[in-house]
């Protein structure tokens, strides 16, 4: 079975542009988080999609955002890139397990803002 | 004070070491705790995970949590260098069962 997948695997961009990252969960997964994993900040949640919709956000400003396509694959768009967002960006797919919700994560799209 | 606490190390062992990485927590109210181990260049993945207090063993992985102190402990016995990653600690709370991360702590097991 084939794992989350992102891409682009690295991503370089200049401030004030937009960047597009992409991922693809596990077959039959139909929520997608995203995470940005800054040097020294941990995992920060950014967005959840599920069945296509929105279904919560964390404290970010609303440059960062996306959406969830019917195939359950997700985007990510950042507008007027800031040097602060370079980072790994990280998504994942759940499955519950018990009662509990597990996490697969993807490897990373590494974006640097220049 | 943030949610989930977790000193960023390096910690650096030998190998055969018996390891302990911790996290503190604040809301009294957090029911499940996990650990996730994170290689480097890959995404986290999930080692193991418990509910309420207590400990729970997976190999030579055993995880404890502390309600009373708001502690939670991964020991890892006799490390091995493919243990050397970041670990993380993650609460997850709220209906959504969203987790909130610790910041990790760096393991070297050198050989």
């Known amino acids: 079975e084939a794992g989350v997948t992102q891409s682009p695997t690295h991503l370089i961009k200049t401030r004030g542009q937009q960047a597009t990252l992409r991922c693809s969960p596990i077959?039959?997964?139909?929520?997608v988080y995203w995470y940005q994993q800054a040097l020294g900040l941990g995992l920060q949640f950014l967005l959840w999609y599920d069945e296509g919709e929105e279904r919560n956000r964390g404290n970010f400003p609303p440059r960062f955002s996306g959406r969830q396509f019917p195939n359950y694959s997700s985007e990510l768009n950042v507008n007027a890139l800031e040097l602060e967002d370079s980072a790994l960006y990280l998504c994942?797919?759940?499955?519950?397990?018990?009662?509990?919700?597990?996490?697969?994560f993807g490897p990373g799209t590494r974006l640097t803002v220049t | 004070q943030k949610e989930v606490e977790q000193d960023p190390g390096p910690l650096s062992v030998p190998e055969g070491a018996i390891v302990s990485l911790n996290c503190t927590y604040s809301?009294?109210?957090?029911?499940?705790f996990m650990w996730y181990r994170q290689y480097s260049r890959k995404g986290p993945e999930l080692l193991m995970y418990t509910y309420s207090s207590g400990n729970k063993e997976d190999g030579r992985f055993t995880a404890q949590v502390d309600k009373s102190s708001k502690y939670i402990s991964l020991f890892i016995r006799d490390s091995q260098p493919s243990d050397s990653a970041t670990y993380l600690c993650a609460i997850p709370s709220g209906g959504s069962y969203i987790p909130t991360f610790g910041r990790g702590t760096s393991l070297i097991v050198h050989p």
């Open positions: 809301n009294s109210a957090f029911q499940y």
């Open positions: 994942a797919s759940r499955i519950r397990t018990g009662r509990l919700y597990e996490q697969y």
């Open positions: 077959s039959g997964h139909t929520s």
